[in-house]
Nanobody, 123 residues
């Protein structure tokens, strides 16, 4: 059974950093594109960043370019989201999601989701 578990969220001051992890199990990990999405209070869920199965293709939302970095370690079945220079507007529940094979980064394409981890950026 495909399972995704996020971790690494927490409370951080503006300008600080966090690294989120998405641990996967139950499927052939390197065949899947993994995406990070987030939902801020009162807003729709939005795309943050996606990475292809081999790690050679990455798409980042404009709002996080230059601050967030997605990466994956297929030997550990884990995808990471390094978040630097955090802003209060980055406060959200962050979700990872998986889709088989073809690289894509639209929310509608992903059919397996984790439960999310809360990130709060506040002084």
């Amino acid at each position: 059974q495909l399972q995704l578990v996020e971790s690494g969220g927490g409370l951080v001051q503006p300008g600080g950093s966090l690294r989120l992890s998405c641990a996967a199990s139950g499927f052939t990990f390197d065949y899947y594109t993994i995406g990070w999405f987030r939902r801020a209070p009162g807003k729709e869920r939005e795309r943050v960043s996606c990475i292809s199965g081999s790690g050679d293709r990455i798409v980042d939302a404009d709002s996080v370019k230059g601050r967030f970095t997605i990466s994956r370690d297929n030997a550990k079945n884990t995808v990471y989201l390094q978040m630097n220079s955090l802003k209060p507007e980055d406060t959200a529940v962050y979700y990872c999601a998986a889709v088989f094979s073809t690289f894509r980064c639209s929310e509608a394409a992903f059919n397996s989701w984790g439960r999310g981890t809360q990130v709060t950026v506040s002084s």
